[in-house]
């Protein structure tokens, strides 16, 4: 191969790994529910995950502006806990909160970050609701849906125990402690973990938006993500919409990137999901 040949294989290479990495990609899905209150037809969430502390120096702010979404929910990984930077998370919420409503739930990052008690103050004074075991309800006009939040099972982190059943029976008590409190027909989770996809199904949750798999950071054709976190080579649940009964989950492919510097074939992704009443 000549050198100019080198040359355009090493410049080809390295936009493509660019393109890859920053250029945003809006996935938008339309989902009925049969549930669903038929005031909320139309109302559109824009899922926010696992941004990691990525700068897409305002384009993701400009993309998020132009969705107009009725409310935003982000699903943990706001920050990355190895280069913890609160003041960019807080230079992206404080132009989010001005489009819609935001709704956060913690993912590992955060949990397992020497800096989170930090940033639970920078999202509250940001009027970002902190949904970690919390419910509440959302009205239009006069009809009203629930929306509620788990903590990630890294709060009980313990390396030993990291990844096993002691996760399962941490979000199965969460969850049920979130039921007890909702008075609607119609529940929205935020979690972290796609992998708990089970769990939410046997829970009766109506949808769950759910981050963490990063898509399975490179994706081959046919055969999808390659690799994911608690969920191992080839993960069942890296993106897209996951129906099962009467449940059903959103799974991000996450904005940026943690110990694996490169996303291939899975650019950035913003996911819209606009709810549709059964007629």
Known sequence: MKAYQIIAVI??????FVWQNNALEVTRHSIIKKNLPKEFDG???LHISDLHNKNFRGRLDDAIFKIKPDIIVITGDLI?????????????????????P??????????????YNKLQQTLSDLNVKIMDGSYVAINRQ????????????????????YGTEINVSYMEDSIKKLLQQSLTDFNI?????AEFFSLYKRAGIDFVFAGHAHG???????????????????????EGIITDGTTSMSVSRGLGNSIFPLRIF???????VTLQAFS
């Not at 410049?11 to 493509?16: E, I, Q």
């Not at 935001?102 to 800096?115: A, D, F, I, P, R």
């Not at 849906?145 to 125990?161: R, V």
């Not at 994706?219 to 649940?237: A, D, E, H, M, T």
């Open 43 to 45: 109302f559109k969430i």
């Open 142 to 161: 006069k009809s009203v849906i629930g929306i509620m939040g788990a903590a990630d099972p890294a709060i009980n982190f313990n390396m030993k125990d």
């Open 11 to 16: 410049a080809s290479s390295v936009f493509f």
């Open 216 to 238: 399975g950071q490179i994706r081959l054709p046919f055969l999808g993500g390659v690799l994911s976190p608690n969920q191992g080579f080839f993960p069942k649940y890296s």
């Open 189 to 193: 989770l935020l979690s972290h973990r």
């Open 102 to 115: 935001v709704y956060y739930v913690t993912g590992n990052h955060e949990q397992m970050s020497e800096h």
């Open 80 to 100: 990355d806990r190895r280069r913890t930077d609160i003041g960019a998370a807080a230079v992206f919420l404080r132009e989010i909160v001005k489009t819609a």
């Open 266 to 272: 899975n650019r950035p992704e913003l996911v819209v």
